[in-house]
Structures are given as structure tokens and as C-alpha cells.
Nanobody, 115 residues
């Protein structure tokens, strides 16, 4: 089992930046895919970005060039750097190991972008 805890959310003005962190309760060395997802008000959860153990990344097309996912296995942590934020980025952001032992999800962290 592994617990995932997100942090770094908050209120930011449009055009600003935030860095989200996801810290696991144990080593993530053996977990291949780690990702970030989000759920905006009135919408379904969607993929933001995913990163594999080897460093391969995949992003939602609309977020390419603005968001960067990274991981530090030694720190048991996954990061999401969010730049040039827009009001439509407002959502609860979730960290996940979506394919590991049936899937693990954090509790989410709120990101609110004001215009």
C-alpha cells in the first residue's frame, strides 16, 4: 500500500505559477507510472500529465508547454510545475499511481486561478 499526499495548491492570479507536490508514504521506485489529474467544477476528472519511471512524459494537449511533470524517486515525490495559469485551470488536482495495485489516489489539492 502507498498513501499519496498533495500540497502546494492555493489561489493565484491568471498568468501566475504554482508548483504542486505529491509525497508518497513509501518508495515509489517500483511504481512505473505516476500522474496528475484534475477535476474542474461541473466536469469529469481528466488527465493532466503522466511520467514513467524512466522519465517518459505525456501531457494533455491543451497543457503542453505550460505544465511540467517531474519525479524524484529518492524523495518519494512527484511534482507538477504549472505556469501561465488560466482561470479554466481552476480545479482540484489529484496525484495518482493509476496502474499500481489497482490504483492509488491522493485526496486532492485545490487550485483556484482568478482573472
Amino acid at each position: 500500500q502507498v498513501q499519496l499526499v498533495e500540497s502546494g495548491g492555493g489561489l493565484v492570479q491568471a498568468g501566475g505559477s504554482l508548483r504542486l507536490s505529491c509525497t508518497a508514504s513509501r518508495s515509489i521506485f517500483s511504481i512505473d507510472a505516476m500522474g496528475w489529474y484534475r477535476r474542474a467544477p461541473g466536469k469529469q476528472r481528466e488527465l493532466v500529465a503522466v511520467i514513467t519511471r524512466s522519465g517518459n512524459t505525456n501531457y494533455a494537449d491543451s497543457l503542453k508547454g505550460r505544465f511540467i511533470i517531474s519525479r524524484d524517486n529518492a524523495k518519494n515525490t512527484v511534482y507538477l510545475q504549472m505556469n501561465s495559469l488560466k482561470p479554466e485551470d481552476t480545479a482540484v488536482y489529484y496525484c495518482a499511481a493509476p496502474f499500481y495495485e489497482g490504483g492509488y489516489w491522493g485526496q486532492g489539492t485545490q487550485v483556484t486561478v482568478s482573472s
